[in-house]
């Protein structure tokens, strides 16, 4: 096994899936791989347990700002 470049379904950054986590998803009996990157997961994590979609803290002052252009999702 082989750490194995993946890009991130979310914020569309590589990421690695080390050896490691590779082991780990084997071990859950996790079949696919992973689509996003720790960043990504760990802030969706996040975001499940405050019971909102994280995204309060951006004041609305910028205008014209299409900065963000990947996927965007609601759950
Ligand atoms: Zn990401």
Known sequence: MQDRPLSCKDCGREFMFTVREQ???K???FDNDPVRCPD???AKKQAQ???NDGRG??????S???NFNGPRKRY
């Open 49 to 51: 347990r405050s019971g």
């Open 23 to 25: 082991e780990f998803f």
């Open 27 to 29: 071990e859950k009996g």
């Open 64 to 66: 014209g700002g299409n």
């Open 40 to 42: 990504c997961r760990r």
């Open 57 to 62: 803290s951006y004041g609305g002052g910028r």
